[in-house]
Each structure stands twice: as C-alpha cells, then as structure tokens.
C-alpha cells in the first residue's frame, strides 16, 4: 500500500525523501526544485474538494514514486496544478525543461475532463474512457490523473463530504478501469477499495469484519504452508520468494457478487505468491505445489501463455492446503511481478539515458502494446450496438471533441466542423457557415484534435456547399456527412424537375381553359399517386402534351375561350392576360405577363423586362431573378404599374417550414379555406422531423395575401412562411 503523507507546508525538504525514493544526483534536484517552486505557489489554494493543493500534490508524487515513475513524470506530479496558477507553460519550460512542463499542461488538460465526467449518461462513459487516453501523447499523463483521483480518495476517507460518492462512481466507471488496463495494479485496488468503502459502507464493513475475525490464524495457517511448501521447492532444485498476498475488499465482494459465492466458498482468502527466476521455473513450482497438494478443478488459469488484455502474466491455482482448507497460490517471475504492481510505469526505465539498443528494442515492443492497449477492446461488457461500435475504434482513427453542452462525440480522424455538425443533426449541417474551437474562429476546413470544444454558427435557412464535396478542399471527411451532402444536392435536382414539370403542366390548362381542374385527379387519371410524380415525369418527358391533353378532355375541360379583340392603341398597353391589369408605361400594346419566379400582386412595386418572343414579363422590383436579367441586360428593363381599376385573381406561392405531424397539411389547408383562398397546388417534403410546404393559390390583393400569411402562421407547428 502507498503510504499517505501528510506534510508541512513550510518544510519542503521533509517532503522530498518519499517522491525521491530510489533518485540521487541531478533526478533528486529536479524533485527539489520542483517543490521549491511549488510551496509558495500553492501557499493558501484548495481543490474543490477542499483539499489543500500541496498536500495533494505530495501524496500524488508519493504514489507515482510507489509505482517507480521516472523523475520526469513525478516532478509533473508535484507541478500538477502549476500551469493554473503560474500562468503560463513557457515558465515551466524555462525553469525544468520541456518534458515536464508538457506533461504539467497535459496532467491540467485531463484534469479540466472532471467537469464532463459530472452526472454523464452511462452511454458516455466508455467514450470518456478512450477519449482520456486519446487525448495525450505520453502516458505518464494519464497515470498522474491515476495517482491525483487515488491521493482526492484518501483525502476524502479522513475528510467525509456528501459529494464523495459521486467522485466513488466516476472512479470504478472511469479511473479505476484506466488503472486496470494499465496494469498499475497498486493504484487499481486502493482506487476500488476506497470507492466500495464510500458507496457501501455496511457491505465494506462487514467483509473487513469477517477478514479480521481470523486473521491471527489465518496468518499462522499461510506461515506452515509456506514454510512447508519452500522445504518441498528447495528439495525440487527451485529457488523460489514465497509471501502471502493480500486480499483486498473490492475484489472479494466483485467475486462474491459474480460467482454467487458465500465468503465461507472462496478459495481465495488464503493466498500465497511465488517469484521465481524464470519463466521454466513457473511451471516447475506449480509442478511441486500440484504434487503437495490436491489441485481443485477448474480453478488452473495459464496467464503465462495467455496473458490478459493488459499484459498480465502469471499462474493462478487452487488447491486443498493443509488441514483441508482451501489455498490460492499464484507464481510468476520478478519481471511478471514489477509488471503486475507498477503496469505500465515499469517500462519507463527503458527509456533512461545510455540505455542498451536491445533495451531500446524493447522499450519499443512496450510501446507497441501500450497501443494495442489503448484500443479497448473488451473494457466494457454491454452487448449493445453502440457498445460494441465503440469498441471497435481505435484511438489512432477516432478524435473525440465536446460540445458546448458537454456532450461528447466521436468522429473518424480528420474530421472538420461540418462532420462535427452533421454528426449532431443533419439541418444542422446543411446550415453550417461557420466554426470556433474553443472559442476562437476558424475555417470550416480546419481538422479537429480530441479534447477541443466545438461551437457552430447556423445561417437562418440554405443548404452545403458543393465545395464541400471535394476531396481536394478537405471540408468533410466522415461518410454520413457526404451521404447527408449528396442527398441534399440530389433533392434539388429533384424539386427543380418538379418545377420545371409544373410550369409545363399549369402551361396546359391555362392553355385548354381548365386553370381550376384538380391536379390530384389530372395525376391519377395519368397513373400518377402523387402531383409531385406527374410534374416530374412531364418534365422527363415520360408524358408527353398530347398525353396531357387527352387527360384534360377526359375530365370535361372546357375549350380554349376565344381570345378578345384587342383594345384601341393607347399610351400605356393594359395586360392581356386576365391575371389582373399591369400598364407598360411609354408602350402601346405590349403584351405582358406575371412571372413566376416571384409573382407579383397588387400592391408589389413592379418592373418589365422585354424578353424575346414572350412580351413582357412583369417582376417584383426585390426579385432576384429581375436583378440577375439587368446585371445582363439593362437596356431591356422597363417601368412598369399596377392599373388600379383592373381586379382579377393573382397567383402566389406560400413557403412553410413546420414541425411534421399528422394533420399539419389538413389543418393549414382549413385555415387557408376559412380566408375563401382558392388552393391550385401543394408540394410537400419531410426531411429530419421537418415539413417544407409550397402552396399555390390565388389572390384577389395584398390584403388577402396578408391575411393568408397571418393564418398559417398561427396553426401550431409552423416555424415560418414567407413568399416563394
């Protein structure tokens, strides 16, 4: 167990012999002047959990040195909080060098991560996990957080407050699974052990109780087998460390609860552990223990030649010891042995200066499986789909970044803010325009690094980019964010040739005077179920206009009206059409006609633009297209007005967004009725829980266009409606 020290804040020298333990020379003054730093830095400061930061900063260097952390790595620990308080990285790189001033700003980078651990959902927490060790680049990092939660546990076992159960829960779902797959097998107990204690103090207590009731005989009991299991070994040739193995609470009550076992039932509570010299001599020793005592079936585990998911080798056995009692005996070599205690810590020396190339080499082969460690594969037990999808990834291809509200999302490396938006919601990626990472803005392109906050910036309406889909230009790399693009783009084609199919077919009955003939029986006539589907196949060219007038004059539509004579010349030309009465101001007889880009209604200010072979088509003076046709043309613009004594019926497009709902159509469709509004045409479109309406119909004036508007907007459901 890690000795807890609690030090004065004005001896720092009292303090350096625990964090230096097994240093000398220039290690032992790095730790010095780390602490000389630290003292006055930290004079005062509590953690949030009331904590002074200094004592907190020597227990956790004193839990790195248990595990043997390098010096690097334990002067970060005792700078932990530094960054905060010091102000800036570059001071710490001035005053001990780049290591351990990176791995200070790291260890202050995981510590911010508390406040996303805070009351997660379950299904975050395994994200979490990949996301803590995603996040850095030295694993030092992490097993300084490790020895950090370990030292606020022990604080909280002396101090008692009402939220350190909330800190037991984050712990056994977050650090002490991080412990555990990092094999620091001293820092993983006492982590399960002091939560257990918190969260189930009466079940803690009485599994302390049963252990203690026997103790004295207990250990006399572990004395005579050890004694005389170290007669049968020296006998066989094999020289061998014998100790009884401490059993810890957590992990008694954990195979209680999985394998329905009474306490009185587990072979386990009496416990040696043999070190032996070599791998061959494992086997020899379990020979000898095998042949001592009886072994007890199904209870032989080979960690040796199947190790565990985080390195962990070792041979375990059961046997009925001496008196008929049942005895746990676990045997590995000294190198098995430093590996299970320390984990992953233990392979740091490697990396000591004037180190051989074969120690090197294997420095290397550590690294190699610390990375296929860190993939998590079987960390969690849940058979969920998202569950085994998250196991499935792999650090190296996944970043993970948080959202203003602290909600954690996975991508696939590389990706940008529009992934990061898609990934939320697709409206939301289709309104994308702009991006901060961590408050500051950047350019849609810019790849994200786990850890970074992201915020979007949203246009009211409009849709992606085509740039976004090119390769070259970086703007998206995850799959659902080019599926979401594409299927965007190809609803616009669509909607375009249904457009265009409509302007055909409203063409047509205008043409056979059948302006007022239903669209859904004209569709149905033509095996259509839908308007939408005719409109497209007119467009297509899959119906042709014969087809379409054959259909009309099946539903008794009236013959064309013959045309009127026209008018005596005159200055202003009235509108031959009988949309409603426009003058052309300086033009005899012109033929005129309302476009249908923005169908203009009385009192619209209104201009003309000659086109060719068509008169003048008549446009809202705000209409887009007008302003492209006069970039191009502008001696073709003409003035135009309304004839106040002229009345009719003018065409006008209605564009709603709704939330979609049953009854949504039914219910604007009444209120649209109840103003004697005359509706030609409806298309509609449901997208991400989402209606977009167009509604065609006809008006009299502005104020019954108005009144239409003010009715659909006040049907529940309708976000916006505005002129198409």
Known sequence: MVSVVQLRPQNSAAALEPIAAGLDGADRALLERALEFAQPLYAGQVLSTGEPVWSHALGLAASLAAIGLDPPGRAAGVLFAAPKYAGAVDVLREKFGDDVAVLAAGVEKLYQLRVLTRGTPQQQIEVLRQMV???????????????????????????????????????????????????????????????????????????????????????????????????????????????????????????????????????????????????????????????????????????????????????????????????????????????????????????????????????????????????????????????????QAALDDTVYVVTPQGKVVDLPSGSTPVDFAYALHTDLGHRCRGAKLDGHIVPLETPLKSGQRVEITVAKSGGPSRDWLSAERGFVKSPRARQKIRQWFNSQVLSETVAAGRATVEKELKREGASQAKLETLAARLGFSRQDDLFAAVARDEVNLRQLQSALRGMGAASPAPTPAPAQPQRRARQASGKGGVLVVGVDRLLTQLSKCCKPVPPDPVRGFVSRGKGVSIHREDCPSLKRLAERHPERLIDAQWDGSAGGAYAVDMVVTAGDRPGLLRDIGDALARERINVTAVRTQSRDELAFMRFSFNVGDLAQLKRAFAVVKEVPGVIRAARG
């Open 133 to 391: 060790l995603g996040m850095v680049d030295d694993i030092r990092m992490v097993l300084i957080r490790l020895a950090s939660r370990t030292q606020t546990l022990r604080w909280y076992a002396k101090n008692p407050r009402p939220d350190r159960a909330g800190y037991a829960r984050e712990t056994l779902d977050i650090y002490a699974p991080l412990a555990n797959r990092l094999g620091v097998w001293q820092l993983k107990w006492e982590l399960e052990d002091l939560s257990f204690r918190f969260l189930e103090p009466e079940t803690y207590k009485k599994i302390a109780q049963m252990l203690d009731e026997k103790r004295a005989e207990r250990e006399q009991y572990i004395q005579d087998a050890m004694a005389l299991l170290a007669r049968e070994l020296r006998a066989a040739g094999v020289e061998a460390a014998i100790a009884g193995r401490p059993k810890h609470i957590y992990s008694i009550w954990n195979k209680m609860r999985t394998k329905g076992l009474d306490f009185s039932e587990l072979y386990d509570v009496r416990a040696l552990r043999l070190i032996v010299g070599s791998a061959r001599e494992c086997y020899a020793a379990l020979g000898v223990a095998h042949d001592l005592w009886q072994p007890i079936p199904k209870e032989f585990d080979d960690y040796i030649s199947r190790p565990k998911g985080n390195d962990y080798q070792s041979l375990h056995t059961a046997v009925i010891g001496p008196g008929g009692r049942t005895l746990e005996v676990q045997i590995r070599t000294s190198e098995m042995h430093r590996h299970a205690e320390f984990g992953v810590a233990a392979h740091w020396r490697y990396k000591e200066h004037g180190a051989s190339t074969r120690a090197q080499g294997r420095f290397e082969d550590k690294i190699a499986w610390l990375r296929q460690l860190l993939a998590w594969r079987d960390e969690v037990t849940d058979g969920s789909k998202w569950a085994q999808k998250t196991r």
